[in-house]
């Protein structure tokens, strides 16, 4: 049975080694057939501060008649020379352990030398000396042939040199005794989490668009990788910024960000046929914090409904939710639901390790199917983490024959059963070396019980399985391995509307209002991506621009303090409206209210254009009702209601005057008329007051 040979190795391997490399020569393989095992010969030398690195193992897996080749590069980290250094290849047998799959990451990960058969071994003719390098090849024969019980498998092997060992596997087939499974990919093409993509434009901003999508960036080596391959490409539209229904912050014409997003987008749409493309939430909005939750649900329904028609234009789809975290909950699917309304859930994107397992323990497929219906396509973790490590080419060839001991491993849990699926995906972090990659993608399928399909074939196969068995809505599914925690709570999210909100509410009034909401209400919706799981502080840094942005409009238009003396029954108040910015605000709304019944606010003030560091007054209409202090309380909006600016208190003195005013004073008038008028009487002369002049003569004297 395969599961034994999974898991046991017997003692004897047969095997010859060759020396074909200059330097290198061989130690003659003893005679006796596939039985016969290579004695073991000591190293020529201490091997201490040895280090290996293996360049080639092929073929991956070996038939009958097949020569494995093992080649790599032997370095001497030591102080002295190393005279003919020994290489030898070890069968070992795998550690026990609770499943095949299980004893296959143990012994990857395990280190020394193993105990075991020597199959094969070469020894350097030259010397080594300290601080140098030297080539090596084993060849070893009739490993097809070893007495197991199995036809198929992988054999677990150690290649070592004194006292450094590198683990691996070599797959074997002598007899096809099974039902092949299928295999499919899918690859997303995202943006890094740098906070500088986004925002105000100058040369942070031209440099990290250089660095995310220049030749030698991480999505450029993913498309590498990937153009040629059966692959799906799970795409974020903000790479392809002219499909986006409404225009997009691409840069200015001429710069270098926007030939490098023009470039790219053109790369993608040019190559997507091929890749049966999924087209993700706009900004890769991070599907996994949200559903479930109830919270922003306008704002991710948006950005849902925007990939819509980016996925008409690349014909690919858009109903597909891939969840970061991989996990699954019914309590999440409804959440999901109600936000793809257009278009409407098709399938998600689950981790296996989210997903019950089988009566046996054996893991789920790719293709499952919820209780409620919903079409899942559940990728391997393992698998999924090897793809991931192509980052070079010594990282990738252990990558690759692990996985040709594990996809085994997989099948061998029902081994005769057919329709079997495997789903393997890359992480959005992937930044593999092209070479090693497309090695990667091209030996896996060319392992003879894999067998290549599309993520096509694998959903309609999802749409006819039996539902899975979900777990209770009150319990998450196990958490799929290595998924990082959101970056958006339920706290972030809503202060992340409100801050939409702002944006678009102060482009209504700058000069540049256009410019503007392009610029920030973009850099705003990009903090709802998935991408700033791994970077955390990133997505603080982002988030304290676009705030800061937005302030600095709401900050700048304030209305003046003052208090104000109101003598009149009825009349107009003066307040003063400033702006402090470097252009011109228009369209900006001063609504006043008295906070008390002694002043009646009678009309509001027309809007205002107020011109850079300048200060417009405007008059509102009141009515005096009674006497007192009145603090009125004054708001700054846009024409759709979003309050932009700083209100101020504004106290009036209010002193009216009524009708017992004017009767006072006519009462008052009166009374000085009538004392003026006695006054006059008073002070006109009578006869008796003026004495008679006399008429006599006088006479004068001499």
């Known amino acids: 049975m395969l599961a034994a040979a999974v898991l046991v190795l017997p003692a004897l391997a047969a095997g ?38 293996l360049t080639g193992l092929s073929p991956a897996v070996v038939t009958p008649g097949d020569t494995l080749t093992v080649s790599g590069t032997i ?19 795998y550690p026990a352990a609770p499943n095949a799959r299980q004893a296959v990451r143990d012994w990857a990960a395990s280190t020394g030398p193993a105990q075991g058969s020597v199959v094969g071994q070469a020894r350097l003719a030259g010397t080594v000396a300290p601080g140098t390098s030297a080539a090596f090849r084993v060849k070893v024969t009739g490993l097809a042939a070893l007495r197991t019980e199995a036809t198929y498998g992988a054999l677990p092997l150690s290649v070592e040199s004194g006292t450094a060992a590198v683990r691996t596997f070599a797959g074997y087939q002598r007899i096809k005794q099974y039902q092949p499974m299928s295999v499919a990919f899918a690859v997303p093409l995202t943006l890094d989490p740098d906070p500088d993509l986004f925002g105000a434009t100058g040369v942070a901003r031209e440099t990290a668009w250089g660095s995310a999508l220049e030749p030698s960036s991480r999505l450029s080596r993913v498309l590498d ?55 993700l939430p706009d900004t890769d909005a991070d599907l996994g914090a949200v559903a479930g939750q109830g919270s922003a649900e306008g704002l991710f329904e948006s950005l849902i409904e925007r990939s819509a028609d980016v996925a008409e234009q690349l014909h690919g789809r858009a109903d597909i939710a891939w969840p970061a975290d991989g996990t699954y909950t019914v309590r999440a699917e409804t959440g999901l639901r109600r936000l793809f309304r257009v278009p409407a859930l098709a399938a998600q994107v689950a981790s296996t390790s989210a997903l019950p397992q089988g009566l046996a323990g054996q893991t789920p497929g790719a293709a499952q199917r919820s209780t409620t219906g919903l079409p899942l396509l559940a990728y391997d973790d ?3 983490t090897l793809l991931g490590h192509t980052r070079s080419a010594q990282e990738g060839l252990l990558s690759t024959q692990q996985f040709v001991a594990e996809s085994a491993a997989l099948l061998n849990e029902l081994p005769g059963t057919s329709g079997r699926a495997v789903f393997v995906t890359a992480p959005r972090s992937f930044n593999p070396d092209p070479a090693t990659a497309k090695r990667f993608l091209a030996t896996v399928s060319a392992i003879p019980w894999l067998s290549p399909t599309s993520t096509e074939a694998e959903l309609e196969a999802a749409r006819r399985t039996a539902p899975t068995q979900a777990a209770p809505v009150t319990r998450p599914t196990t958490p799929a391995e290595g998924a990082t925690r959101p970056v958006l709570t339920a706290t972030r999210i809503s202060d992340l509307e409100r801050t939409l909100r702002t944006v678009r509410g102060v482009a209504q009034i700058r000069d540049d209002g256009d410019l503007f909401a392009r610029t920030w209400t973009r850099a705003a919706e990009q903090l709802a991506s998935t991408r700033w799981r791994s970077a955390p502080t990133a997505w603080n840094t982002l988030s304290g621009r676009v705030t800061t942005a937005a302030r600095q409009t709401t900050t700048a238009v304030k209305v003046s303090a003052g208090t104000i003396n109101f003598l009149a029954d009825s009349g107009r108040l003066q307040i003063t409206v400033t702006n402090d910015l470097d252009l011109p605000v ?11 019944p002694r002043l009646r606010i009678d009309s509001q003030p027309s809007v205002l254009r107020i ?35 700083q209100g101020a208190d504004v106290m009036v003195r209010v002193t009216p005057t009524g009708n017992w005013v004017y009767a006072a004073l006519g009462g008052l008038a009166a009374l000085v008329l009538a004392l003026g008028i006695v006054r006059t009487v008073r002070r006109r002369p009578g006869r008796d007051d003026h004495p008679t002049p006399d008429t006599h003569p006088v006479e004068a004297s001499g």
């Open 225 to 279: 990788a990937t153009q040629d391959a059966a692959v799906t490409w799970a795409v974020d539209p903000s790479l392809t910024p002219s499909l986006l229904p409404a225009p997009s912050d691409v840069g200015a014409t001429g710069t270098r960000e926007n030939a490098l997003r023009t470039a790219t987008e053109l790369r993608i749409t040019s190559a997507s046929a091929q890749h049966t493309p999924w087209v």
């Open 611 to 645: 011109g850079p560091h300048s200060r417009a007054t405007v008059s509102v209409s009141v009515t005096a009702l009674a006497a007192g202090l009145v603090p009125l309380r004054t708001t700054l909006t846009t024409p759709d209601g979003t309050v932009v600016g």
């Open 586 to 596: 228009e369209n900006v709304k001063l609504t006043v209210e008295a906070s008390n």
């Open 16 to 53: 010859s080694a060759t020396g074909s490399v200059p330097g290198a020569s061989a130690d003659p393989a003893p005679t006796g057939g596939a039985a016969a095992a290579v004695p073991e010969i000591r190293p020529a030398a201490d091997a201490a501060g040895t280090t290996l690195q």
């Open 382 to 384: 393992s698998l999924s």
């Open 75 to 93: 370095r001497n980290d030591g102080t002295r020379a190393l005279s003919r250094p020994l290489v030898r290849i070890v069968a070992g047998s």
